[in-house]
T-cell receptor, first 114, second 111 residues
């Protein structure tokens, strides 16, 4: 069966510090991968998605970036964090090419920027 | 207009009650519809996919009205464990896998 991992689970970082969040998927090949952010009391915002190694599409211009160095690995980064980057970061995967496919979420990383 | 709109609630119901949530979406090209459940400080988990005119899974029934761009979720015989936030999710039509999420409807079931 497929599983998705994210780490770290929680993170407290000062403003201006760098960020690296990792997501890995097991039990599937060539998944579509997604990074979302959920701010307190708000809905999920799509940040990046990837349909393959090295292929990244950005939804919202910001100080974050994403990379996909391996088929089942997706990384979210920042060179300098802002207070507004605080939130719950969720990685999701989806298989196949049908528009009907469901997305499945990892456990998330809760980031607090101070 | 937001892509997906839901009544945020909260809905507070006793055990055994029947409760219904509504959701409207703005993109007429949307083809896939889902309900996710999110517990406090946890990730969203897929509850149901919604197909054609609707479907049922145990105590849960989802309905889709494409003409009105409206989706509903009915929960019968509510359990304490049903307490969560329910997210209405709609895809963007032709754009592969990209989803619009509603802000969620909060449900509390009390004993």
């Amino acid at each position: 069966s497929q599983t998705i991992h994210q780490w770290p689970a929680t993170l407290v970082q000062p403003v201006g510090s760098p960020l690296s969040l990792e997501c890995t998927v097991e039990g599937t090949s060539n998944p579509n991968l997604y990074w979302y952010r959920q701010a307190a009391g708000r809905g999920l915002q799509l940040l990046f998605y990837s349909v393959g190694i090295g292929q990244i599409s950005s939804e919202v211009p910001q100080n974050l970036s994403a990379s996909r160095p391996q088929d089942r690995q997706f990384i979210l980064s920042s060179k300098k964090l802002l207070l507004s980057d605080s939130g719950f970061y969720l990685c999701a995967w989806e298989t196949g090419t049908s528009v009907r496919n469901e997305q499945f979420f990892g456990p998330g990383t809760r980031l607090t920027v101070l | 207009r937001k892509e997906v709109e839901q009544d945020p609630g909260p809905f507070n119901v006793p055990e055994g009650a029947t409760v219904a949530f509504n959701c409207t979406y703005s993109n007429s090209a949307s083809q896939s519809f889902f309900w996710y459940r999110q517990d406090c400080r946890k990730e969203p988990k897929l509850l149901m996919s919604v197909y054609s005119s609707g479907n049922e899974d145990g105590r849960f029934t989802a309905q889709l009205n494409r003409a009105s761009q409206y989706i509903s979720l009915l929960i019968r015989d509510s359990k304490l464990s049903d307490s969560a936030t329910y997210l209405c999710v709609v895809n963007r039509g032709s754009t592969l896998g990209r989803l619009y999420f509603g802000r969620g409807t909060q449900l509390t079931v009390w004993p």
